[in-house]
């Protein structure tokens, strides 16, 4: 940090520092002559230049197990992801990677080439361990589970699998049943709008950099020139 500060002092415009939304920092203001010189300076503290152009971009992901809901670790992922395919020339393409922990998708998978989701933990109940305290029924926000008299009733067609009902109950009477992450395929933001395309099924966290892999290496061997993955 103290890096990147004294570099925007020295070549930016009067020490500004800024962020997209890719979470990539910026200096902006750099002069194109005083390039290699603040590009030496960031190097030597250890900072590359990050992706841009027709390539992988930065892989995007939330705060994953940091969040209290989050279900996967999403900066795992991310760190994979970013070391095998990161910056990689598509030319003239480019392909952006977002990984969300939980449906609550702060990282609006579906706005990008691909998408993971976290957070589809599906509950399994011992009633017997249960002692009704209610936590469960008042953390679901899609009142997929409700304690009267006869016990605990739980609805898996209004469940989502964010899977906050496990972490709350103090009693852990609440397992898992089935996690994996949704893969969502060909979505964009900009000036053409398209929301990914779900795939059927869960996709293990131990797969998923190998899958993203066989994406990548099938999109590039197979789209036609400056098309994204959606088209």
């Known amino acids: 940090m103290e890096a990147l500060a004294k570099t925007a002092r020295d070549y930016g415009r009067g020490g ?7 979470l990539n920092i910026e200096i902006p203001g750099i002069q194109r002559t005083d390039v290699p010189d603040a590009t030496a300076a960031l190097s030597a503290a250890g900072l590359v230049l990050g992706s841009t152009g027709p390539s992988v971009r930065s892989v995007v992901s ?10 996967c670790d999403t900066f795992g992922l991310a760190r994979q992801l970013e070391e095998k395919e990161g910056g990689a020339d ?11 922990g939980c449906p609550n998708n702060c990282s609006r998978v579906q706005f990008n080439d691909i998408g993971f989701m976290g957070g589809h933990r599906f509950p399994r109940f011992d009633e017997e361990g249960c ?5 469960c029924e008042t953390v679901c926000k899609e009142n997929a589970i409700t304690i ?27 397992g898992i049943a ?11 933001a900009g000036r053409r709008i398209r ?6 099924g869960r996709v293990a966290e131990a797969d998923a950099a190998e899958l993203t892999e066989r994406i990548i290496t099938y999109f590039a061997a197979h789209t036609r020139d400056g098309e994204r993955l959606g088209r």
């Open 16 to 22: 500004e520092v800024c962020t997209t939304a890719r």
């Open 195 to 200: 929301l990914g395309t779900e795939v059927k």
């Open 131 to 135: 002692n009704r305290c209610g936590a």
């Open 178 to 188: 089935e996690e994996g992450l949704s893969l969502f395929l060909g979505g964009r």
């Open 62 to 71: 939330c705060k994953g197990t940091i969040c209290r809901h989050g279900c």
């Open 90 to 100: 598509l030319s003239p393409r480019k392909l952006k990677i977002a990984l969300a």
């Open 148 to 174: 009267g008299d006869d016990g605990l009733v739980f609805s898996a067609e209004r469940c989502i699998g964010c899977g906050d009902c496990i972490t709350t109950c103090p009693k852990d009477a609440i």
